[in-house]
């Protein structure tokens, strides 16, 4: 069930009304199975990961607290980490790790079987595996409470908003809200339509009209050159922004209906001066879960320069590879990884770009986006070999940037309308971007004006999102990872 | 408690206010847009909206999908025949996806004699879809179009029928170009009317012979489904209901094009037996000698200006040749 469907539309105010006619003692109950129904909507074999996932972190939680046993709490932390990690590598990464041994051992002479599995994905499993992962890490760390009841914790595994595609919660942050008894507050409805309508607008608007052309160009990385792979580089800059941050608006305004408040994943990250700053402001649960479980456990900055350096490149590194099991979310880790080394070195050397004065702001800017677009190209390209394909011919502009295809003009396969509609709807991002990061327009903003003012804006959402989106139902971009 | 109830009442006042004021707008937006697309008499939607709107009844009306569209030349049928035509074939669309405007013409034609259908390989495929909404979708109230929406895709008729504004994800900029269009016309006040060439939509692309892409023709197997067979059966039997006589015409199309096929002559003996089954006079222009010359054709299947002129010249021969005066 996506959120973008006929059946979400229809899922929502049933669960919604189901919850608050409930009494809050079976609030759970309401959460929980509107959760599995949603998961299930996807595929109905895999909830006993879910399940098999939640009884696993529930009994090593309880046991981690109330042992006083060094060796049986680092016990059932392990087994917590090996049971999430196990499910993560099975599912995601055998079949990429499977294949590069025989690629390997072919190499070397030996002719090993093949060991692909057919299995699919199972949505989600990143986003869930890590949340459970961080909550026995912070119970074993004595950062936050084992949950007692077992409901609330499941519905803490598979809260619906964020399940398939996060934001990836703390316990400390969710738990406690989801035990709260929650009353209907106008202004929690106000906030949540407004962002789910943002969201929605960003998705099926811009972020799939521009994978309408994207696809087109990186599908088929060799028929074009030049300004076409300039421009399908920069449209899919936005069209993963808006794909990924319209899902994260949605799952925040969602579970703001139901009184809980999701931590924020995005803020204007292409405003960035660096890439440091890039990654406070882009898929903030996943940098900060990053941060706080791999980069400071490695010691973080707090060890000698060379060790820093290797923690930030192989922080990313994971991160990069933890997005799909494929080289070019390795590279797409490594080169942000490796930027990021660079940008502190130039600070150690006192060549920090943020000395430089305030006109030079905007330059920085595009800098910063030139380089996150540089590595969005590894992010998108089908394969390795596909991504240099595009960096070698993105240099040649021999060819012009629209085709003739029998008589007919087209800019990456569609008309020119629709080429410059997409750049029309990009600069008008950008404007509302700045001025949402000056704090010039906000949710708060809306919310306090008049009902006639605010009734007029939400139906004009509503209206574009209706006129102008695009409606094949195309999944979220971060649901396969 | 107090607080509570009060949040409540404000959610609820707010919420089904709300609720109402969007309804009104989208409903007052939706039926408007419909309306204005209604004027328009330009394209495709032209041609169902002067159907639609009984505003043309020829004495030939011509119709089929794109190779008709572009290989029945009206006016010079009619110059030859001294007869009106007009060209209602519309692209991409077959008569089982258009069954609704032959219902509609049927329903209030006086003066028609002949419904030509065009014919090619595609025409007996299985249709589970229909070809672009947009061009139809402001005569989703007409009963016709329902029921034809509903027999190709149940999924999208009863989306349309139940689901609020499911419309507007239908539609292409085409839908609101053509609102434009028909605002224009009310505004000079003119009234909806044919095209210089009654809908014929010359193609002027030279070509050479060769296959452009594989998206021309890349299956090598015409379809031949039998349940699209009986459904021409049903439509040549309700023209035939009405007191006017069904023709089919199997368009030419070039012989490399036809080598492509497996089953091509299978195709041609199915539109035989479907003629004489429902006893109605055929025209088979797959061997005619426009189909061995590539300068008449701008890809394998679909005539240019050039072949359009002959093959229309041929197909009046014809009609003319039939014609009660001559027997």
Redesign the interface.
Known sequence: MLFNS?EYLIFLPVVLILFFITTHRFRWVILLVASYYFYMSWNPTYLGLILFSTLIDYIAGRKIASSQKAFTRKAFLVLSLTVNLGLLFFYKYFNFVSSEVIKVSHLLGYNTGSYIHQFILPVGISFYTFQTMSYTIDVYNGKTKPEKHLGVFAVFVSFFPQLVAGPIERAGHLIHQLRENK????RN?QFGLIRILWGLLKKVVIADRLAIMVNTVYNSPDNFAGWQLIFATIFFAFQIYCDFSGYSDIAIGTARLFGVRLMENFRTPYLSHSIGEFWHRWHISLSTWFRDYLYIPLGGSRVVKWRWYYNLFITFVISGFWHGANWTFLMWGAIHGGILVGENMLKQNKLNLQHFPTFFKPVKVFWIFCLACFAWIFFRANSITDAFTIIKNMTNFSQPLADNL??QILYLGQPL?RFAGSIFLIVSLISLEVLINKKKISEIHLIKQK?FIR?SI??LL??II??F?V?ELDEFIYFQF | MMKNKQELYKVLKNGLGFLFFLTVLLLTFEKGLAWLVRQSDSGKTGKINLIMAHKIDPEILFMGSSVAEVGFNPKLISQQLNKSTYNAAIDGTTIIQSQFVINEFLSYSQNCEEIVIGLAFFSFGDKDSMTEPSRYLAHFSNKYTKRTIRNISPNLYYKLQYVPFYSFTQVKHTYYKNAVLGLKNIISGKQLQADKLNGFMPHNTPWNGERIDSTQFGNSTAPLSELTIADYGDIISQIKQQGIEPILVITPMFINGQKLFRNYDKYIKTVEDLALRNQIKLYDFSKSAIVNDAANFYNNGHLNSNGSHLFSSQVADSLEYLSPNNQ
């Open positions: 006929l009353v209907i507050y106008f409805f029998r008589g309308w009902t009734w939400y139906c509503v209206t209706l006129m989106g409606f």
